[in-house]
């Protein structure tokens, strides 16, 4: 399958290197001023074997510590072949690389998938999303057609995911989505179990520590736009579970607390929700 790829360009960094002169030994070194501009080419193709710890690897950033088999999640990622892409930095590697050193300084940077959790209902890590879902939706008071739509075997309902490093610029979203959109709509054609008639898409956010009416927060900023479409939401709070606002710690741990928001997306509002993202993201 052809690759595809998104172009992000650095902005250009100035640096300025001076050496002091020696009077004594007749050394003058001039002030030199460096302009680079660096460009880093990403590449998202179909999940291969390779990819399997950082895909798992993603998915811990998401699910935490919940009781959930990432490992199974991971391989049913992989196992698809039909839809989802992960984004990797694509380089020309050197000619005395080996295929391990390749490997490791080739990290999964971003994922993007469905899963069938209707039609893989019996599947250990399903079994665990679904019961996880159900359980908080009810702990949170929150809307009970999300219980209803898992509960009901009639249709079928797509888990989203869609996880990626902070640092990797949102726009990217916007081509995986768009891509992943055309994949389902080609197995559907197929007559594969890819007619959903629902997405649950679970999303990291954050707000102000002890304010419950605060602003939430998206560290994934596209994720707002798709909420907008949702048809309902609930959060639960995962502070217990130390999540971070960015990777590796919280700059601001005693002033934010960490929710997962939990999305109830109608499939015909998906693209929507899409363009939508598309859109607000081209003019930032």
Known sequence: MASKKKRVEDVAKDD???????AEDMEEDTEIEIKEE???D??????EGSDFHGIRTLLQQLFLKANINLSEMADIIIS????GSVVKQSYVPEEDEDDEEMAEDDPVLAVTSVINITDKKDMECVKQVRSMLIDQCQKCGGDPRFSKVLNDGGHHVGLLVSERYINIPPQLAVPMFESLLKEVEKCKNKKMKYDFAYYILVCKTYRQKGQKNSPLFYTNAEEEFLQEVSETSFQYSVQAERDTVVAGSWDAEDQFEAFRTVLLISADKLKQGVDKIKTELATR
Not at 16 to 22: F, I, P, T
Not at 42 to 47: D, L, N, Q, W, Y
Not at 80 to 83: K, L, T
Request: hydrophobic share 35%.
């Open 80 to 83: 698809q072949g039909q839809v």
């Open 38 to 40: 660096i460009q880093v």
């Open 42 to 47: 990403f590449e998202a193709r179909v999940p």
């Open 16 to 22: 300025e290197m001076s050496d002091q002169s020696d």
